[in-house]
């Protein structure tokens, strides 16, 4: 069975099937991101993945980045993914920048 997943609002989250039935729930306190293999967004989060991985005194700054941006946001996953934006970003940039 395929779920196609359809935000209907900042509140719920209506799943359908390809048979067409519907279900519907809150929205998972976790956000899932699809994306193409080999395309830009997915080379940028798998060199920050791995440079996390390589660096763990990076990934101890992002895991204390996250704790209190988790207090701040606590409803507001997009001022949450918005605050983190310019720590993700460097390290993107760094993470290429040592790939080459």
Same mark, same amino acid.
């Not at 976790?30 to 660096?55: Q, S």
């Given at each position: 069975?395929? @779920?196609?997943? %359809?935000? *209907?609002?900042?509140?719920?989250?209506?799943? *359908?099937?390809?048979?067409? !039935? @519907?279900?519907?729930?809150?929205?998972?306190? +976790? !956000?899932?991101?699809?994306?193409?293999?080999?395309?830009?967004? =997915? !080379?940028?989060?798998?060199?920050?993945?791995? =440079?996390?991985? &390589? =660096?763990?005194?990076?990934?101890?700054?992002? &895991?204390?980045?996250?704790? /209190?941006?988790?207090? +701040? @946001? !606590?409803?507001?996953?997009?001022?949450? *993914?918005? =605050? %983190?934006?310019? @720590?993700?970003?460097?390290?993107?940039? /760094?993470?290429?920048?040592?790939?080459?």
């Amino acid at each position: 069975m395929c @779920f196609w997943p %359809k935000v *209907t609002n900042r509140a719920a989250i209506v799943m *359908t099937t390809r048979s067409g !039935r @519907f279900y519907q729930g809150l929205v998972p306190r +976790e !956000r899932v991101y699809l994306c193409p293999a080999g395309n830009g967004t =997915h !080379r940028n989060r798998l060199a920050f993945r791995d =440079h996390l991985i &390589a =660096h763990p005194e990076a990934a101890a700054e992002y &895991a204390a980045l996250k704790r /209190r941006l988790a207090g +701040e @946001f !606590r409803m507001d996953g997009d001022g949450y *993914t918005a =605050h %983190k934006r310019e @720590f993700v970003d460097a390290i993107v940039a /760094r993470a290429l920048a040592d790939d080459r």
